[in-house]
């Protein structure tokens, strides 16, 4: 007996109604899937953070995850015999960091393409001879480096990390040893309000006064002139008589996070930059299609007290490098000269979100949201070095992919910061973009960013470096 004609419809109906459903059921396997890589990788970021409490543990873990990948590393000091395919790295004072991967056939009109990023964050760095006794407490002197925000120090657990300079059989090549002290060792103590009843209105606080932690209290066995120096020789397997000097610098032990009802956010400290020096790093490990041109990651210190310094971004370093890569592989300045022309470089620096609190702060119709996608920050005035060639070039980067981006430009009444790519675009005279993560409370001791934001970051640098 036939099927009645009336019910047809029904049927046909009814069919595409369960497709519909079953499409719905795997984009949301497809959706959760995709939320579990992109948290996956907010979860490295988050443990290489906490790992990573001052630049020599930035760059001595970059150089870990490197040399687990298969790169060489390479010593300044001696010629260099490059292979063409190799993967290498170099270090500068153990606080910058610069890795490349060549191909089998390098084609000159490639040029070099760029990944740049800063291992610095603001912060307290130690002073010579830093104890301070008052009363019982002691306390340890400290010069602030950069521009923290100072109040969000305050009443937390602190501790020290940095490096210890120790005598070698070379004088003019002291050997370094990484000290990292993993317990609550000091706070720096608020004045309590009935002392400081204006404190909810706002206080000035002093740098040489306020901000000192306070590490411990006097007693029988306290030695004011060695109490750091004996700190350290109990954290390290270093002679007292071997101990030269030091670069020390105060942290927070709290650990970084997944915050947010659906753990959207990243709540971590020294996420300006170092979601920035992750991303640019496994984006270079990761691409794969590097057949005939040389792809670069440096992650510079000193950005955030301006670059000036022979480690830093306003310095010849990365230059040098260049072509020292260049002439190893047998080729000439004018050659060197002619890859510069063909080159192009992202330089990737943490970027505002839009405060919901202070949206008179943002421009009204380019801010960032959290994780709407990568920012690309502008300027008239060049303190991003993005235009609109760098940008299109951008553009047609992720044509394709599940990437995002979005225009950032300070409001106009409102001061930008700085960053590596103008000052870095101008050493090397090439095109260059300036892009990064949109985060509130930039250069507090605790910032906060957004899992996919993150994770295009790293997307972004896998897809540069594969783009022939």
Known sequence: MGMSRNLLPFLNQYSVRKMIQTNKKIEKIQKRFEDMEVKSF???????????????HVVKNCSDVLEEN????????????LKKGGRYYLKRSNSTVIAFTLGENINLKKGFKIFGSHTDSPGFRIKPQPEIVTENLIRLNTEVYGGPILSTWFDRPLSIAGRVVVRSNNLFSPKTVGMKIDEPLMTIPNLAIHQNREVNNGVKIDKQTDTLPVIGLINDEFEKENYLLNLILDRTNVKKEDVLDFDLFVYSIEKGTLLGANEEFISAPKLDNLVSVYAGLLGLIEAEDIHDQINVFVGFDNEEI?????QGADSNYLLNTLERIVCSLGYGRSEFLQMLSCSFMLSADGAHAAHPAHMEKTDPT???????????????????????FSIAVLKQIIENTDIKIQ???????????????????THL?????????????????????????VFYLKELAKEFFNKN
């Open 70 to 81: 298969g790169f060489e590393r390479l010593n300044p000091k001696e010629k260099w015999e």
């Open 366 to 388: 380019s801010r960032g949201k959290i994780n709407e996608g990568i920012s690309v920050k502008i300027s008239a005035n060049q303190k991003y070095t993005s235009d609109g």
């Open 407 to 425: 225009p950032f430009v300070n409001q106009s009444n409102e001061r930008g910061g700085s960053t590596i790519g103008p000052i870095s675009s």
């Open 42 to 56: 907010a979860r490295e970021v988050v443990e290489f953070i906490d790992d990573s409490p001052s630049t020599y």
């Open 429 to 453: 005279d090439i095109d260059a973009i300036d892009l990064g993560v949109p985060m509130l409370a930039m250069h507090s001791v605790r910032e906060l960013c957004g899992v996919y934001d």
């Open 306 to 310: 301006g670059s000036a310094t022979k």
